[in-house]
């Protein structure tokens, strides 16, 4: 395979994120929470509102997907934070699973580089159906440590400015740290992990390449000394004849 095809195959930014549609998706069960709370002050209505249009988009997710597993994935994360901002009784509190998810995540992907396990190429490797020989070079491994650590850096990022906002109240700047620093930090974060995937791909390609003419160099060299070897072992039967020739001569002459 060349690099032009690797490259081929490798999704974009915007198609690992979900496209343009995915990202007004996934946003749009946030505002319509934070627009009827905004509206009516009402919390109850405002989480009637975002469930009903995670619905809709699961619904309309299943329907382009042919299976219903994107609509229980759109409704679950919306689920959580309604509830738990209906336990609460505050609208902030439907900002508060995300927050401690981030969190997690963060120090998930932090974990993952001590035990030298790279999230971001493990992840990456799982999604495209990948080899795992990056794992076997350390150069690899390094690369994939540092898109790791940036996808830890915008998860921790997220938790320290949204748990602010949200011990300050302010829930309006907590839907737009929410969404302001969802998709343009993930984008970085995927940047850095195309970065590290080309990279790998780039050396245990030319790895590849420098084994393989490895091979074929010994395979050559094998294929001359076998027939030198047979040259030497084998006899040249007209010089054999010669020489018996010749001492039948001489015997002759005795």
Known sequence: MTSAETEEKQPTVLEQMGGVSGMLYSSLPVLVFVIINFATKNLMAAIIGSLAAAVVIGVILAVRKGTIQPAISAVFGVGIAAFIAYKTG???????????????????????????????????????????????DKASVRDYDIAT????????????????????????????????????????????????????????????????????????????????????????????KRVVDAESRDKSRD
């Open 149 to 240: 650590f940036v996808w830890a850096l915008v998860f921790f990022a997220r938790f320290v400015v949204q748990r602010w906002l949200y011990d300050e109240d302010q829930v309006g700047w907590l839907a737009v740290a929410r969404l302001g620093m969802g998709y343009p930090l993930m984008a970085i974060a995927l940047l850095a992990t195309v970065w590290a995937v080309r990279r790998a791909d780039k050396r245990l390609k030319a790895a590849e390449e420098a084994a393989e003419a490895k091979a074929t160099a010994e395979a050559e060299v094998e294929d001359v000394l076998a027939r030198t070897a047979d040259d030497l072992l084998t006899p040249d039967m007209d010089e054999l």
């Open 90 to 136: 505050e609208a902030k509190g439907f900002f508060l699973f995300g927050i401690w998810q981030s969190v997690v995540y963060g120090s998930a992907f932090l974990l993952s580089i001590v035990v030298r396990r790279p999230l971001a190429g493990v992840i990456w490797t799982f999604l495209n159906g990948r080899d795992r020989s990056w794992r076997e």
